[in-house]
Each structure stands twice: as structure tokens, then as C-alpha cells.
Nanobody, 124 residues
Framework: QVQLVESGGGLVQAGGSLRLSCATS????????MGWFRQAPGKEREFVAA????????DYTDSVKGRFTISRDNAKNTVYLQMNSLKHEDTAIYYC?????????????????WGQGTQVTVSS
């Protein structure tokens, strides 16, 4: 049973920072692509960032480039999302997800397992 558990969300003022963590169990973490997605009220779940199994491939959605950094620690089976210069529009539930398939994809339907999400609220 694969489990992903996010933590680190909270309430922060615009311009502030948060670091999200996603601890995984029940899978070969070092073999999977990990991603972060978010869903704001009334909107579809959208891609935020992803990192390949080795960390050699990283991608971000345009709106977070230069502000967010995804990283992983394969020894700890954990992926992180450092979020700096937060904006009100970053407010959402943030989900981590894992993908076992070959090749590279940031499409949410290509991800196999999901965490329960952690709320990030940025006050303006």
C-alpha cells in the first residue's frame, strides 16, 4: 500500500515562505517521479512542479518559476516544495503525487498515487 503524507501547509502573509514535505511509504521511492499539484476553490487541480527519480529532470508551471523549488531526498523517501515570495493566488490545497510510468509527464492523470493534501493560505 503506497502512502503519501503531506505536511508544512499553513497561513502566511504575501511575500512569505513555506516549505511543504511529502513523506512516502510502500513503494520504491527512488524509482518514481514525484510531483506537486494544487487545487484552488472552484478550479481544477493543476500541475505545480515535478522531479524525476534521480532529480536530473525538474519542471515547474510558469507561474511559480523563480519562486518555488522542488527537491527530493531518496534516503528519506521524501519530496519537498520550497515556496518563496508567496502570492495570494498561490492559495490552494497542495497535493503530492507519485508516478511509476516510463518517460516524462506532468499530466495529473499520469500520476498513480496521491496524498490527502495540505492547505496553503496566503493572506494579501
Amino acid at each position: 500500500q503506497v502512502q503519501l503524507v503531506e505536511s508544512g501547509g499553513g497561513l502566511v502573509q504575501a511575500g512569505g515562505s513555506l516549505r511543504l514535505s511529502c513523506a512516502t511509504s510502500g513503494s520504491s521511492f527512488s524509482w518514481v517521479t514525484m510531483g506537486w499539484f494544487r487545487q484552488a476553490p472552484g478550479k481544477e487541480r493543476e500541475f505545480v512542479a515535478a522531479i524525476s527519480s534521480s532529480g536530473s529532470i525538474i519542471d515547474y508551471t510558469d507561474s511559480v518559476k523563480g519562486r518555488f523549488t522542488i527537491s527530493r531526498d531518496n534516503a528519506k523517501n521524501t519530496v519537498y516544495l520550497q515556496m518563496n515570495s508567496l502570492k495570494h493566488e498561490d492559495t490552494a490545497i497542495y497535493y503530492c503525487a507519485s508516478r511509476r510510468g516510463p518517460g516524462w509527464s506532468t499530466w495529473r492523470n499520469d500520476f498513480d498515487y496521491w496524498g490527502q493534501g495540505t492547505q496553503v493560505t496566503v493572506s494579501s
